[in-house]
């Protein structure tokens, strides 16, 4: 497996406009359907009713956290806007304990993206119900950027699981949206995102091995380790 660096050249050298035309040939339109910022059931048409549905997991960085929390005129606090990324967290007597190497994007009671809000008719351009939106857009993680969109780079993450359709180095994830007209123009700023998704996933991937130190997690007790160091739940540093 090539190194972490050696991925980071890649990423680094990766031709923007041969991106934009892996995007054009796949085709891709957002329908604002809100499926990539929902849970997988809960809050969908198919959703049960017992709430029996994986929570929305988008990775967010440290800085991107911060971004959001000044978004706008609100101000949030770090808990409003991540959480532990549960993968690798156990399910102890107290709740979930151990240690894990990412922040998610905090989720409400029903598993959805905590910033997503499904509008009503009569507030959406085309007056169809249930279309979502992003409550900070402009302040959105790359992630959310660039969604369905990801790079065949190992380090890099893949959202939504397997890649549904791919192109080059380009690799389509599960969207509705897929496979319908996009202008040059835009497909070129998706890829110049992407490009820089797959730099900053790969140089954070670097940095949190580089600043892991072992930490004993006590019951009930849950550590995050990111680019930064280690860090409790509210975000705060350990030590
Ligand atoms: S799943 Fe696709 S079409 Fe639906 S909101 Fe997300 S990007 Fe847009
Ligand atoms: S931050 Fe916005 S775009 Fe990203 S998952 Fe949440 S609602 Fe969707």
Redesign the pocket.
Known sequence: MESLEAELDRARDLDVAALADAIVEIGFECTRC?A???AETCGSEDGDENGESEP?T?T?FPDEIRR?QDTGDEEYDFRDVARPMPYGLEDGPAGPEGETFEWA?QTDDCG??????EREASETPHGDAGT??????ED??L???T?PFSVALGGTSQPMGEAVDSEGMVRAHECEGLGRDISRAEAEDLAAALKERAIREIEEAIAVRDAYEPVETGPGEVVVHDSEGQKRPDGTPLD
């Open positions: 809100g990539c910022c929902k929305h988008a967010v959001v994007l959805d993206c905590t910033f997503y809000e979502g939106a992003c409550t900070v857009h959105r993680p992630i959310c950027r969604y």
